[in-house]
Structure formats: C-alpha cells, structure tokens
C-alpha cells in the first residue's frame, strides 16, 4: 500500500513509519515540523537525542534498504499544496497524527488556545475537503483521543464511538444511534472533539472511508524498528507541557526527582504502550470501512491506571519519594473509567502490560539519558484558569515557579 502519514516525524508517527515501511509499504511522510520548533518556544528537548527527519530517513534507509519520503507541508496553512501533493501521490491510506496534542500546552496562554484550535481544526478539515475534491479514494486513519470522554464516567463501560438512546417523541419512543457525548476536559480535547463532527459529515456527505481512534496515554519508547539503530530511538517528552504521566515518573524515578502526583492522584486513565499503538493502527488499516458506512470508531487502550496508584507501582519498583502537589487542571479529583477495546482484541492485539514494560524503560531509556534532563522543565506550570495557575507556586523541591496562564 501507498500510505501518508501526516505527523510522521512525531512521537507516536515516527515509529508508526517505520512500523510500516518495515511491512513493505511505500510510505511518506507530511510534517511542518511544528513540534521540533515547539520545543524551541519552551525551551525543552527530548530526553532521546533526535537527528533531523532527513537523517532519520537515510540512517532507515541504510538499516532496511527501504526508503521513506519526507514532504515538508502545513496541513493547517498550506491548503493548495497538500491539494497538489494528494493529487500527485495518490496514497491509498492517509494516517493522520498532525495535530497539537498537549493538553496543557493549550491551556497555556489565549495565544496557545488560538494556536490550537486554528491548526488542529483547519489541519483536519484541510485533508478531508482535500480528499473529496482530488477525489482520491484513500482510508483515512486519524488519531482522537479517550480523553474526549472527560473522565467523569457514569459507571458505565465507555463503548466504541456510538451509544443507543431512547427519545421522546409524540408517537413515543424512537431508538437512535448517536456519537458518545463528549465532555472535553481542555482545548485540545475540545478540537479532538470537533474533528468527531467533521469526520462524522464527510463520510455521510461524501462517503469519505474513516477510522477515528481514541488512544489512550501513550507510554514506553522503543518497538522493534527504533531499535535497529541508535538514531532511528523516539522522541521522549518529559517536560510539564508535552511529557506524558507515565513517561514524567520514569524520568523522575530515573533522576530522583519525587513523583508529581497532582491533586489526589485519584484521576484513572487508559494507557497503551508504543508498540501496542503501531500494531492497532496497523490492524485499523486492514479493517477500513466502506463508502457510505458510518465513522468506524476504535478505544485504542489497553488498560487503566489510578495515577497514585501508578506512582506508587513506580516508587516501589525504584525507590522514589511521591510528591502531592495542587492540580493545575480543571478536573474532578477521582474518577473512574471503565472502557471497552473488544475490536482491538478481537483482531489479534495482544498487549504490552505495564509489569512487563515499565522496568526496561527506567533502565535502557530514562536512566540512559537522564544526563539530557532540565530539572527545571520538570513540574507542570500551565494553568486551566488564571486561579488555578496561581496555586501552582512551588517546586516539589521547594523552588519558586512562574506560572504560565
Ligand atoms: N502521545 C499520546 O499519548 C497521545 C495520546 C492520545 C492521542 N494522541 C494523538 O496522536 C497524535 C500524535 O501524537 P504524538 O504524541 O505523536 O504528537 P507529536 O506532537 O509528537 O506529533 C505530531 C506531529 O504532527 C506535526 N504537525 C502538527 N501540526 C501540523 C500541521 N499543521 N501540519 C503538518 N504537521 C503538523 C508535528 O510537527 C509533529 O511532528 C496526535 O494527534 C495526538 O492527539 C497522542
């Protein structure tokens, strides 16, 4: 297959390249390199030390023979170039992962808010008007997240995508199928959001063939291609804007830096490892839709976490202390989540766990590079509302912060 994939150069778009490529398909990727010039703004760069995209594709092509294209374009400015490229390329499958997926870096300042909803939304829009109007007959595979969901579960299994409900109506009741409700907990979540409705219209307008996957937090490092050569390793964000839960304990584990657990840690979250990741979007591929279906919506997770009980599972493994710091987030205090991920399991995934994984992390990455970490990059300082931000005022190690917002 002929397969583009937006974001390649990213965390989770970069071992998912190799991933594929390494299967035999022809692949390209389409990056504006955004994130590498976010890490410039923030000052901040990933724990693994990364080459530019051009070497990255050189050092795969020595390892495997294969090659892989890198296209410089912005999905969310560049509409008539990614019109152009769509028509000259014609790839069977678009995977796209280009968006701004931090969480707090979105709630960081009006400016990060903008920056957010204008890129995410008008990327996303950009690549399906572009596909209708070239015409081309490509899946589109594109990352969403759990966290659309918001959290605050009602004790109910989250299904896949689509909920049945009953409405009143003066005949009686009639039976309808509706997307889950959402209940963004962030701007980013909230443009996660609205990709749901653009998807949701272009394929009953324009039979346009999608797959939605709602992953959950992203942790680990390395799959089996990464690890072929010392410059093909991941990305790892550690940082309080972009650095994931369970990535910011191992390093802090790695550089005895007490576990940030925010609030009462009492906030459960669905995980899934790197590797389980390519594997789904690689099953997802296998499985697309036809013209004329609805959204084909996949929970891309393996298990959830209590965060406290995660750190607690990491200070015991490594000696860490816990630190329980104010929470910059608007959120309830403790939630659960139950979800469901039968399709996944249903086509052969088989899950990394966390006891299998976590301690080659601490060892071959976090410890490895700990050399690279900024401990002042460390605590997250972005705050949901100006009131939040405030209480956020010192380090774990007793350091005064600047909050951002
Ligand atoms: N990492 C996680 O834990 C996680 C969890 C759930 C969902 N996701 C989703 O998966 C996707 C990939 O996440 P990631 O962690 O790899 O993020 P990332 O920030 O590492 O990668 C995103 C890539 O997209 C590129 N990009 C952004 N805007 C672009 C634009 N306008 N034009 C062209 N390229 C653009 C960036 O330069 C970057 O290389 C995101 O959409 C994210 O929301 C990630």
Not at 76 to 96: N, S
Not at 374 to 403: C, F, I, Q
Request: charged share 25%; proline share 4%; aromatic share 8%.
């Amino acid at each position: 297959m002929k397969i583009a994939i937006l974001g390649g150069d990213g965390f989770v778009g970069w071992p998912t390249t190799l991933h594929l490529s390494d299967l035999g398909h022809e692949v390209h990727i389409v990056d504006n390199l955004s994130r590498r010039w976010i890490d410039t703004e923030l000052g901040v760069q990933s724990l693994t030390p990364m080459d530019s995209i051009q070497e990255r594709c050189r050092i795969w092509h020595e390892v495997s023979g294969r090659r892989i294209q890198f296209h410089l374009i912005d999905l969310a400015k560049e509409y008539e170039r990614l019109k152009v490229w769509l028509a000259e390329v014609k790839p069977d499958a678009i995977i796209h992962f280009a968006e701004q997926r931090a969480a707090p870096y979105s709630m960081k300042t009006d400016r990060h808010k903008v920056y957010t909803v204008n890129n995410n939304v008008s990327a996303t829009h950009n690549v399906l008007a572009a596909m209708v109007e070239t015409g081309i007959d490509a899946h589109l595979v594109h990352l969403g997240t759990m966290g659309v969901y918001g959290y605050s579960s009602v004790g109910a299994p989250i299904p896949e995508g689509y909920l049945d409900v009953e409405i009143d109506t003066p005949s009686g009741k009639k039976e309808q199928e509706i997307l889950y409700p959402t209940k963004p907990g962030s701007v980013y979540h909230m443009t996660k959001s609205l990709d749901q409705i653009l998807f949701q219209f272009y394929a009953q307008n324009d039979g346009l063939r999608i797959t939605d996957l709602h992953q959950g937090i992203v942790w680990g490092t390395h799959t089996d291609q990464t690890r072929k050569h010392e410059q093909l390793v991941n990305r790892f964000d550690y940082d309080g804007d972009y650095g994931t839960v369970l990535n910011r304990f191992l390093i802090q584990a790695a550089i005895g830096y007490p576990l940030t657990v925010h609030g009462t840690g009492g906030q459960t979250r669905a995980f899934i490892h790197i590797r389980d990741s390519v594997r789904c979007i690689e099953l997802a591929l296998g499985d697309a839709p036809k013209a004329g279906e609805r959204v084909r919506i996949f929970n891309q997770m393996t298990e959830t976490h209590r965060v406290r009980d995660l750190a607690e599972m990491i200070a015991k493994m490594t000696g860490a202390k816990i630190a329980n710091l104010p929470n910059p987030r608007k959120e309830a205090p403790e939630n659960d989540l139950i979800v469901k991920n039968d399709q996944f399991l249903a086509l052969g995934l088989d899950p990394t766990t966390l006891e299998e994984g976590l301690l080659d992390e601490v060892v071959e990455v976090a410890r490895k590079y700990a050399y690279r970490i900024d401990r002042s990059r460390v605590p997250a300082v972005s705050g949901w509302t100006k009131d939040l931000g405030a209480k956020v005022e010192r380090d774990p190690e007793g350091k005064a912060l600047k909050s951002v917002s």
